[in-house]
């Protein structure tokens, strides 16, 4: 909208416009702000593919999680009855909950779609592989969404190499700062 459209509008648009606006920057900020990552998973397995899949959550664990009170320390995945599964996610109490509030370590259900899971489910039937939660984040519409990934683990001669190249990023950037 131009500078000559908002003169010609009445004090009370401009408000509404103004106050329309700064909603808008706030859901962004807070969208944006919510990414839970499990480090140590980059850091264990090599991924060879990655997912999208929403979670199937309680009102009081989707609040928790907007406030970025949750962990993927520990998290694995596994299928039961075709079904991908998410065990031992943490995700603290919410603090205004009352007899409502969920466990904070639950079995919780990731929802893909069909060719997806059967994509999933048999790949890590063969040996070495399986599926690794990566990180939980909030979508443009709200939405709670978790990242998996087919994973293969590592050899500790391969952790060892992705050490040494962390620490060469970090001298390298050292470097171009002095």
């Known amino acids: 909208m ?4 908002l003169e010609t509008l009445d004090n009370l648009e401009q408000l509404e416009l103004l106050e ?3 909603k808008m920057k706030k859901k962004e900020i807070k969208q944006a702000a919510i990414n839970i990552k499990n480090k140590r998973a980059s850091f264990d397995f090599e991924f060879i593919d990655t997912y999208t899949a929403g979670i199937v959550l309680t009102g009081t664990e989707i ?3 907007r406030q970025g009170k949750a962990s993927l320390v520990d998290t694995f995945c596994y299928f039961n009855r075709g079904e991908l599964w998410v065990k031992n996610m943490f995700i603290n109490q919410y603090m205004e909950g009352s007899y409502n509030n969920h466990v904070e370590r639950r079995e919780r259900k990731l929802l ?3 060719k997806e ?3 999933l489910e048999g790949d890590i039937k063969s040996p070495g592989y399986t599926v690794v939660p990566v990180r939980v ?3 443009e519409k709200g ?3 978790m990242v998996v ?4 683990g590592k050899k500790e001669y391969d952790k060892r190499q992705s050490i040494k190249e962390k620490e060469d990023k970090r001298e390298m950037a050292r470097m171009f700062k002095h």
């Open 63 to 65: 609040k928790s999680i």
């Open 117 to 119: 899971l059967r994509n």
């Open 20 to 22: 329309n606006l700064e």
């Open 149 to 152: 990934a087919l994973a293969k």
């Open 137 to 139: 984040f909030i979508n």
């Open 112 to 114: 893909l779609n069909k």
């Open 143 to 145: 939405l709670a969404k």
């Open 2 to 5: 131009g500078i000559d459209k």
